[in-house]
């Protein structure tokens, strides 16, 4: 069993900025991930590729493209790459920065342990999930 770390102040502050989790709930998902920063036009994902991970983005902004084409931009307070984890298939498409991006990286295992430590998590990555699949299907 791994030592959890001890979940860095700043990324605390910046997710009670964009959450309505309580303090317990906060430290849980910041402790569960990994803060990355990423440069301006970096790949994070490649449609049409497993799933291995996803992220909660604290700063920036990403573009979502599906088969080349912008199909929606995204920002702080949202979750990319959840989808082809929660509903165990390929990713439905690529996302790149459009800016630096600050981000939580979530393994798959990281995220699935969060989502059972705090269900609110795991309830809201589901729904937005089942929103973006219902898009993707024109529903």
Known sequence: MRKAPAPDPTVVARLKELTDFSNSEINEMAKAGQVIHLPESWSVIWEKTPAHAAYYILDGEVSIRRKGEEIATLGPGDFIGEVAIISHRLRTASVVTKTKVTAINF???????????VPKIGEALRATSALRLEADSGG
């Open 107 to 117: 393994s798959t295992e990281h995220l699935a342990e969060l989502s059972e430590k």
